[in-house]
């Protein structure tokens, strides 16, 4: 009978779901036991965190005919996909999206939308970010679906990309300078809260298209949240005021100190200049949810930080690596190569134990101040750094950040792929295979570089002394910390996947 009740239970699609708030939507969608789809870029990085009840799709929407198949007989769909964390103008690309989406929700009868933009009085004079998230809510209304727009403010949860930001600048800085910006209102609203007005937008009584202001308890700027962080903490800030500071000097600041991206930072901050405050009640009125103030929800971030890696991070999506150059026409032997292998007295569990903690608190076993000279380098031209470090310093699935990599293939105990999110005259790949049995064990490396034109091939070629350094210790570093004796207990996948299966 359940089974049949789901059966008949409209067909809902989630878009964003690899996201920060679109992941922590997702295990409340599936624990009401509806019929979910999601929609993906990589279905593959996604699979391993949805339910077997589940379906994914491929598709992109910026890719119009990837949505027919997406929306068919869908009944409700969650708009949560933004371009913030993209290179060039995220404008265009936002507006394109959301129109290939009404068009194609239009053409599939899609009866509601439920959609999370920003807050901000469309009166004034707003930032291209929070621009851009109304004129989305505006042509989604034009697919004749009823919309119900959330409109929020500062999201504060372990993970978020305004918390992480506050958090790492009171942590990191023995003073902190306080440019203008930092003293407009907002009305930050907790993670929970914000997925609860989610959740009940499926069946929320509305006969027209709405749009709801969502957010906390509390108006405070975000100086009050770094002093309200600190308290919590038991630490005191001091701060500078200063009359100056753009919004353009204040992001490369923030690339340095904190794990934001530079072209991320300009774009929050450009938001936090203007107040982004409820000014229209009617969703105390219309939901039955009193949301919490900031204290709250700061404590909460924090008690919750420790299962973070078995949620959602801002950094999660793919959008927030920027533009990855497409697949080249070339084929892999087309690629620049450098392998490399060694032999050591092991078992391959115990070799690959390294491997799976490469990275994050861990480093690289080799050089480890060069990778992170690699990512400052990164940061000053408008890329991720090395900041985003990794979830969890014990447990790895496909689609996890790793400084400036991804996971793309992760096989515990014989294989792991990364592909790099670094800004490159090409594309770029880390690969670790282990094989043997018993005592005996060949760790391969494998580098690999697909360039694009003449320049790529320069970058290549001009770094292979440096590569024999880096490429050559990393490797000799996984071998020694394999055979050491003082090596950890190596990660068991059935025992990381029940404790992420717990805590999602």
Not at 217 to 226: E, F, L
Not at 463 to 473: A, D, R
């Amino acid at each position: 009978m359940e089974n049949q009740q789901q059966e008949n239970s409209p067909l809902i699609l989630l878009t964003g779901a690899s996201g920060y708030v679109g992941g922590r939507l997702l295990p409340e969608l599936e624990a009401r036991e509806v019929r979910l789809r999601c929609l993906a870029r990589r279905p593959e990085f996604l699979r391993p965190k949805v339910a077997d009840s589940t379906e994914v799709v491929k598709g992109d929407v910026l890719e119009p005919d990837s949505l027919r198949k997406a929306l068919e007989d869908v009944d409700v769909a969650y708009y949560l996909i933004h371009s913030m964390g993209a290179g060039g103008s995220f404008e265009e690309k936002d507006r394109e999206g959301a129109q290939n989406f009404a068009r194609a929700a239009a053409e599939a009868g899609v009866k509601r939308i439920v959609y999370l933009g920003g807050l901000g009085q469309t009166e004034e004079e707003l930032s291209p970010h929070l621009r851009s998230r109304h004129e989305v809510g505006e042509i989604l209304r034009q697919s004749g679906a009823t919309v119900v727009e959330f409109r929020a403010s500062i999201v504060i949860g372990s993970g978020s990309l305004s918390f992480e930001m506050i958090r790492s600048l009171v942590e990191r800085l023995p003073f902190m300078i306080m440019p203008k910006w930092v003293s407009e209102l907002a009305q930050p609203i907790a993670i929970e809260d914000l997925i609860e007005y989610l959740v009940t937008g499926l069946d929320v009584d509305v006969n027209e298209s709405t749009n709801f202001e969502i957010g906390g308890a509390d108006q405070v700027s975000y100086g009050d949240i770094m002093h309200l962080y600190a308290r919590v903490r038991n630490m005191r800030i001091l701060a500078i005021p200063v009359p100056f500071l753009t919004p353009y000097l204040s992001s490369l600041w923030l690339g340095l100190v904190t794990p934001l991206y530079a072209r991320i930072g300009r774009k929050l901050i450009e938001s936090i200049a203007h107040s982004t405050v409820v000014r229209d009640s009617k969703a105390l009125i219309a939901f039955d949810i009193v949301p919490m103030g900031i204290e709250p929800a700061i404590r909460r971030a924090l008690e919750n930080e420790d299962l973070e890696y078995a949620k959602t991070r801002w950094s999660d999506a793919l959008s927030s690596s920027g533009d990855r150059l497409k697949g080249s026409t070339s084929s892999f032997k087309a690629r620049l190569v450098d392998s490399r292998t060694v032999t050591v007295s092991t078992s391959p569990e115990k070799a690959f134990n390294p491997i799976a903690r490469i990275g994050g608190e861990t480093g690289w076993y080799a050089w480890t101040w060069l990778w992170r000279v690699r990512g400052f380098l990164d940061l000053l031209i408008g890329g991720i750094g090395t900041r985003r470090g990794r979830p969890s310093p014990d447990s790895l699935r496909v689609g996890d950040t790793l400084d400036f990599w991804r996971v793309e293939i992760y096989e515990p105990n014989e294989r792991l792929r990364l592909a790099a999110e670094m800004k490159l005259p090409g594309r770029a790949w880390l690969e670790f295979e282990v094989s043997g049995k018993n005592d005996s064990s060949t760790i391969r490396q494998t580098a690999s570089f697909d360039p694009v034109g003449i320049f790529g091939r320069v970058y290549w070629y001009s770094l292979i002394p440096l590569h024999q350094l880096v490429f050559g210790g990393m490797l000799k570093g996984i071998a020694r910390a394999a055979t050491s004796l003082e090596v950890d207990e190596p990660i068991d996948p059935e025992r990381s996947a029940a404790i992420a299966s717990s805590l999602a």
